[in-house]
Each structure stands twice: as structure tokens, then as C-alpha cells.
């Protein structure tokens, strides 16, 4: 008895150790790029009023129209005066539901085919060649209705102009994208046929929205963001 639960302890930390060996080159991809100085955006987090709306899912922009509600909440039904009001949004995740892709511009948007990767559509059924989110038109509305799960709302198409990352950005937003996940996300289009790996990554990273930082890891910047007494919002 005592033999096989030494080869089970055995087996069960070599098991830890792969793992752990396996999450290695996420972590490490691209680890020189991150932009120095990994908690110097939070200089860039005004106001007394502050929230970190932590998304890894673009939820067809339901988490940028919450940003929204936050600033004109805090402004509207509570008077604060705007430079008091601060928020911070995430970049991140991989897959079909990933908010990765709202950090880039259009041109990333349209030789990678975001739209159908992400299965955004337009209002004719065809996946989005730019960045929606950064760019919108009453138009596109229907992301947010699609988003509800409700029926078009006349409404939406201009909350979703209102709720447009520079939009955001305006009235005190920050928004970071995690270089782990960046690294990952570089890994997913190259296995998708999207060309060579370390090609793609140093495009992206040419290619970010202006005002996006880079920093080493999402889970990080949550924590230093609560030390810094920013309040914690999961969308």
C-alpha cells in the first residue's frame, strides 16, 4: 500500500509540474514586450469615483455600455463633477467570445476576419471588417439588442455611439489588454491559418488602439488596482 501511494504522489506532482511547464510559454511570450512601468497607467485612473469593470467576454458591448452607465450615473443622478469619475476596462481572454479584440484597430478587424471569428455581424449578415466598438453607428444597435437577448431597441443604436471606446476614453476610461493573453491570442490565429506566429504578434502590438497599455498579466493589474482602492466590478 505504502508503494502505491508513493508512485501516486509521484505521478500526481509530475502531473503539477507539466502543467505548470505548459502554462510557461503564455506567461513568457512576448514578456519583453510588455510595456514598462506595469503600474503606471494607474496615474491615468482619475477621480475619487473609481471602478475596475474586469470582461474577459465582449458580450456584444454590454460591458462598454456599463462603463457608460457608471460615468453618467455617477455625473447624472449624483452630481459628481466628471474629472471625479474613473473607470478601468479589460482586454483579454481567447476564443470566440474574447474581448481581446476590441484593443486593435480596424485594419487588425479586417485582415483577420474579427467579425467572424468573433461572430459579430452587421446589420446585413456579414461579419465586421472594423472595430465596431471603437467606431460605432447607430446602426449597429443591434449588437447591444443581440447582447439583452430583446427584441431591436430604437434606443440602443445611440447608446452604443455614446458607449464607443474613445467615447469612454473621453470622460476618464482607461483600458488595459494583458500580455499573456496577447501572447495566447497570437497562438490562436496562427493555429487558425492566420500566418506565422511571431509575425502576427509584432503586428498586433503595431496595432493597438491609442491609449490601450499592455501589461503582464490581467490578474495582476486587478489586484493592484483594488490595492489602490479602485472597486471591483465583474461584468
Known amino acids: 500500500m505504502r508503494h502505491i501511494d508513493t508512485n501516486r504522489r509521484r505521478f ?9 511547464a ?5 506567461a513568457r511570450l512576448h514578456a519583453a514586450q510588455a510595456q ?3 503600474v503606471d497607467w ?4 482619475r477621480g475619487q469615483h473609481r471602478c475596475f469593470f474586469d470582461f474577459n467576454a465582449h458580450k456584444n458591448g454590454l460591458p ?7 460615468f453618467s450615473g455617477y455625473t447624472g443622478a449624483h452630481g459628481v463633477q466628471p474629472s471625479q469619475v474613473g473607470a478601468v476596462g479589460s482586454f483579454y481572454g481567447i476564443g470566440p467570445g474574447s474581448s481581446i479584440a476590441l484593443g486593435f484597430d480596424d485594419a487588425i478587424w479586417a485582415k483577420y476576419g474579427v467579425g467572424d471569428l468573433l461572430n459579430l455581424k452587421d446589420a446585413n449578415g456579414r461579419g465586421y471588417t472594423r472595430n465596431v466598438f471603437n467606431s460605432p453607428t447607430e446602426a449597429d444597435g443591434h449588437l447591444l439588442s443581440q447582447g439583452m437577448g430583446v427584441p431591436a431597441l430604437a434606443p ?4 452604443i455611439v455614446a458607449s464607443s471606446i474613445p467615447s469612454l476614453q473621453k470622460m476618464g476610461a482607461k483600458f488595459l489588454m494583458c500580455n499573456n493573453a496577447l501572447g495566447a491570442w497570437t ?9 506565422d506566429a511571431a509575425a502576427i504578434g509584432t503586428e498586433l ?3 493597438l488602439l491609442p491609449g490601450v497599455t499592455v501589461v503582464p498579466a490581467m490578474v495582476v493589474a486587478i489586484t493592484q488596482a483594488q490595492a489602490a482602492g479602485i472597486s471591483y466590478n465583474r461584468q
Not at 12 to 20: N, S
Not at 22 to 26: H, I, K, L, R, W
Not at 64 to 70: A, F, Q, R
Not at 156 to 159: C, P, Q, S, T, V
Request: charged residues 15%; without cysteine.
Open 12 to 20: 500526481l506532482a509530475g502531473g503539477v509540474a507539466a502543467a505548470a
Open 22 to 26: 505548459a502554462a510557461v510559454p503564455f
Open 36 to 38: 514598462p512601468g506595469p
Open 42 to 45: 494607474l496615474k491615468e485612473v
Open 64 to 70: 462598454l455600455l456599463h462603463i457608460l452607465n457608471y
Open 156 to 159: 440602443l443604436g445611440g447608446a
Open 187 to 195: 497562438l490562436e490565429l496562427a493555429a487558425r491559418g492566420k500566418g
Open 205 to 207: 502590438r503595431a496595432h
